[in-house]
């Protein structure tokens, strides 16, 4: 199921790993590590609820990372095992332990099946909303929410910092927008900001930031130690560290949307008549 609370504001939350849910005649073919999903964004549906008080729009589906991860190209992918991060129906954990039961794994035509069920729908109706934000506002900004354990054995090796911003190099949305967003958390104890260090930007960022026809996406993810007591099952929030979190992002985004209102693009940098908006 796809969840979409509309607001009227130029900012888009898109929440491609919080979901939880797992169709029995998939989960039942799982091991005990992939029911424990701990590589889904745990609980951060609780923290972004700030998107009401914004009039932002908050989509996200209720489906698994583990059933699919629509923030991945949709391409089959030949053999998920040996590049989990990058995973249409991931088989492993991120840290590489198998998730399914011996001989249990999707294979192409389930993905497939899957990418029907689940994948088109959401970014159909990530495009749909974009479209709509778009007749309002010259310009949107779309941000890419997820959170991650701030240690995964082979991926994370570094404690991640607290909160990372991806910009696709700068190319899908203007160089301002991370600087107006990281802004708000400088000086802030406990709270660090990276910009295009270990997330540069998944598909979803990358795949909608056409900044040169005023759409701007921005991927955000949030290391699970700023909101959570500890980060393992069964992932309970802190509420101190929750609370906190929550106005500061508030905060944050609050400048962003006041950002897109008052955005004025350079004449030179926009597309002619004849170049259209391809998502």
Not at 190 to 200: E, H, K, L, N, S
Request: glycine share 6%.
């Amino acid at each position: 199921m796809i969840l979409v609370d509309k607001g009227e504001s130029p900012l888009i939350l898109c929440l491609p790993h919080s979901g939880t849910q797992i169709p029995p005649a998939i989960e039942n073919r799982m091991n005990a590590t992939g029911r424990l999903q701990t590589d889904i964004s745990w609980r951060l549906e609780t923290i972004l609820d700030v998107a009401s008080g914004l009039d932002a729009t908050l989509l996200r589906s209720t489906a698994s990372r583990y059933v699919i991860d629509v923030d991945q190209p949709p391409e089959l992918q030949q053999d998920p095992e040996t590049d989990p991060l990058n995973a249409l129906c991931p088989v492993t954990t991120l840290d590489n332990k198998r998730i399914y039961q011996l001989d249990e794994e999707p294979g192409p035509t389930e993905t497939e099946q899957r990418a029907l069920l689940f994948y088109y729908p959401f970014h159909d109706a990530l495009r749909r909303e974009v479209e709509r934000l778009k007749k309002i506002h010259e310009t949107v900004v779309l941000i890419d929410c997820r959170s991650v354990r701030s240690k995964i054995k082979g991926y994370i090796d570094q404690e991640l910092a607290v909160l990372n911003l991806g910009t696709a190099e700068q190319t899908a949305c203007h160089p301002d927008l991370a600087r107006t967003f990281a802004a708000t958390f400088q000086g802030v104890d406990g709270i660090t900001v990276a910009v295009d260090d270990v997330f540069r930007g998944g598909y979803i960022t990358r795949t909608y930031g056409l900044p040169d026809i005023g759409v701007h996406a921005m991927t955000l993810v949030i290391a699970q130690r700023a909101y959570l007591r500890h980060e393992s099952p069964p992932f309970e929030p802190d509420r101190t560290g929750s609370a906190r979190l929550k106005t500061l992002l508030a905060q944050g985004l609050g400048r962003v949307s006041e950002w897109a209102e008052g955005f004025e693009p350079d004449p030179a940098e926009q597309p002619s008549d004849t170049e259209a908006a391809v998502y």
